[in-house]
């Protein structure tokens, strides 16, 4: 490798293979990494805190390591992790104002851990929207994460930096949350593929929450192997994550390859097809051509689905934070205090049928997952939008932006399915825009495939913005 | 939820009732959330569950 600019558009699995073979070191990838973000975060605000100094050491120890002969099956990749996720000796933010006057946090989330175990090198904490109440990457307090491919548009949110930062080559990995398509979100606008894992697959420990009872943790990254090479050293039992599912490790990366031949595919029909703008259904319909599906399901009842995770978000999200919006609401970024206040208002009994509702619902799926292997849909009903866009209209509706951009994404995470997010870019499209493929439950490995498939065929690509 | 859903005195109550601070420039963003989640549970609560259906708790004692 030359320059700085050669080693950024590496994939993760390239940079392991070239620093495990000693062709670079961990520490050059760093030095470029963060050349990268002195070059491109300025403009779009995608890192918060930048841990230099601790990543320059952990390239220094990686290289000490390859030289005496360690097998690190990440070694050198550059990580970032929305600033939700505790970094040692950093003060985990959640997108707040309020948090940041708390302590430093004195050790790593487990998932943070687990990457850096297997030689993964931490570059810093990832701009994201206020306590992951958001799908746009606009922050009061942070200021907006801007989309790469288009500095005048949302990154999407609420995994916001995240999803900036790989698609502006500072990094070719982060991690982020997804609680109703917090990381399928950004991925879209983007352009980026993302994984989100079925719910208790991967631990939460260190990372602050939202609404327990929805929030998942994943990856994403600028091609579907590197997203299975990261989920697989992600996995691992933690006692210290209540949700987490007594269930054995999926080893993706080593089936990556094996395509989509056999695999039963259809297109979700109903509501995926409705309010979504058409390059949303175009980008699904490029995806099923190439794959040769032409079966569509209809998905009863995802309208319901996706009001029921509405409403437990709201009441679950506010119980969490009563005591601060009842103190402190003024220090709230205005977009989610008042939708926390909203949250502190809703009736048990709504909440409660909502939770019944979603056993009702994920029976359904299991049904429909009888039938097929892998569903297709819209992750959002639009490529990204410009920043500042307050409403939407959708099939003659129009409705907030904010809340309604994951229309597709949220009866999906509201019974854990596993989906990545998968970019399209559509014939003279100046933007990308998000597929997903999901998958039965526990699953992953399929959805997986079929996103390597689609790479392979051309049909989805990450490309890093110029 | 019959009736028609009034936000401005559900969240006049509700204020009271936990306590909150709800500036008068923030009031009808307020109510507009409120009013989109009842809007949100109406749809859910119309839906006939059978009545063995179950919340799916985490927590295992």
């Known amino acids: ?466 | 939820m019959s009736t028609e859903f009034d936000a401005r005195s559900h969240v006049a109550h509700m204020e009271k009732v936990m306590g909150l601070t709800i500036e008068e420039d923030w009031r009808p963003v307020v109510e507009a959330h409120i009013a989109a989640i009842e809007k949100a549970a109406a749809l859910v609560q119309s839906f006939p569950l059978e009545e063995e259906t179950e919340a799916a708790p985490v927590f295992e004692a």
């Open chain 1, 1 to 466: 490798m030359s320059g700085s600019t050669d080693i950024t558009a590496m994939t993760a699995a390239e940079i392991a293979k070239a620093v495990t073979g000693g062709g670079l070191s961990a520490t050059e990838v760093v030095k470029a990494s963060l050349a990268q973000i002195d070059k491109r975060n300025p403009a779009v605000n995608a890192f918060t805190d930048v841990t230099a100094d601790a990543a320059l050491a952990d390239a220094r120890k990686i290289d000490e390591a390859v030289a005496g002969g360690t097998r690190l099956p990440l070694a050198g990749v550059p990580f970032a992790v929305k600033n939700l996720f505790d970094i040692e000796g950093v003060v985990t933010r959640a997108g707040s104002k309020i948090n940041r006057g708390n302590a430093p946090a004195k050790s790593d989330a487990t998932l943070v851990q687990h990457l850096r175990r297997q030689g993964a090198v931490l570059m810093g904490g990832l701009n994201m929207g206020e306590y992951a109440y958001d799908f746009t990457g606009e922050n009061v307090h942070d200021g907006n994460c801007l989309n790469p491919h288009d500095l005048g548009r949302m990154s999407g949110g609420s995994s916001s930096g995240s999803g900036a930062a790989v698609a502006s080559g500072m990094v070719p990995v982060s991690l982020g949350s997804d609680t109703n398509g917090s990381i399928r979100v950004p991925s879209s606008f983007c352009g980026l593929f993302g994984l989100k894992p079925t719910y208790g697959r991967l631990s939460r420990h260190g990372t602050y929450p939202f609404v327990g009872s929805l929030d998942h943790l994943g990856p994403m990254a600028r091609s579907a192997a590197d997203l299975s090479l990261v989920f697989d050293a992600l996995q691992g039992a933690d006692p210290n994550d209540p949700a987490q599912a007594a269930r054995p490790a999926l080893a993706t990366h080593e089936k990556i390859g094996h395509g989509a031949d056999g695999l039963r595919i259809a297109v979700a029909g109903g509501y995926f097809r409705e309010k979504a703008e058409p390059e949303a259904l175009a980008a699904v319909d490029a995806v099923a051509r190439a794959l040769g599906v032409s079966a569509e399901i209809d998905i009863p009842e995802a309208a319901r689905a996706r009001a029921a995770a509405y409403v437990i978000t709201s009441a679950e999200g506010a119980n969490l934070h009563f005591d601060r919006i009842s103190l402190r609401p003024g220090d709230y970024d205005p977009d989610t205090r008042d939708r926390f206040l909203a949250g502190t208002m809703v009736p048990a009994v709504w909440v409660e049928q909502a939770q019944r509702f979603r056993s009702w619902f994920r029976e359904r799926m299991r049904k429909i997952f009888e039938e097929v292997d892998i569903l297709l849909a819209p992750a959002t009903p639009f490529s990204a939008l410009p920043s500042g866009t307050k409403t939407i209209t959708l099939d003659g509706v129009t409705m907030p932006a904010r809340p309604n951009i994951g229309l597709f994404t949220q009866p999906v995470s509201f019974i854990g399915l596993p989906v990545v997010a998968a970019p399209v870019w559509l014939e003279g499209a100046l933007l990308p825009i998000g597929v997903q493929v999901i998958a039965p439950a526990w699953r992953e490995d399929l959805a997986l495939r079929v996103a390597a498939e689609l790479e392979q065929a051309g049909v989805c690509r990450a490309p890093i913005a110029t």
